[in-house]
């Protein structure tokens, strides 16, 4: 009976230990160069690699603040038309946590042969942390043509509140200390 009380407690204090996950906050900008499948800017449908990717300069907030100058990994989309979904477009490893990025959509805001600008969501994983939706930007300044460009990505968390669990951690905490005052009670008699 003790060693079933015990397993009790402990799986109640387990889910309320995992029951409310933290949500990934803030901004993190991203720059590189990207090799395009044209010459034309105005004519590019997709990005076929990546080279030189880093994080931003220190701008970064909530839960990418302090990433500075870290590599960033990136696979290949296409805008035109959209290859989604791209699991991950992007990932990044820093202190133990991986940081992933899944292109969920993507679509064209602006693009002639001087300028592109794509916007896209996706879902945002970091170690220990809740998947979290996400909205970014891509973009290419490149009055100069050809095929490879320098590029900036920014992300931006599209829930940056924390959604309250409605209690549901206090009482399964409250629960599981309740189970571990009645096992001592039944030690002690």
Known sequence: MKNKLFIIA?????M???AHATKITGNIDM????TLDSQLLGSATKVTSFSSVRTGDGTGTGTFAGLDDLA???NAFGWNPSTTPVNPLWTFNNAGITYTLVLNNVSV???????LNLLGSGVLSA???EDTAASWSFTISNSGGGSHANFKFTFANSQTAAVPDGGTTV????????????IRR????
């Open 72 to 74: 960033v990994t990136w």
């Open 171 to 182: 009482m399964l905490l409250g629960a599981g200390l309740s189970c571990l005052g009645l």
């Open 16 to 18: 309320a230990a995992t």
């Open 10 to 14: 402990g799986a109640i204090l387990a």
């Open 109 to 115: 805001d602006s693009q002639d042969n001087s300028f």
């Open 127 to 129: 170690t220990g942390y």
């Open 186 to 189: 039944k030690l002690v008699a």
């Open 31 to 34: 720059g590189g160069t990207a």
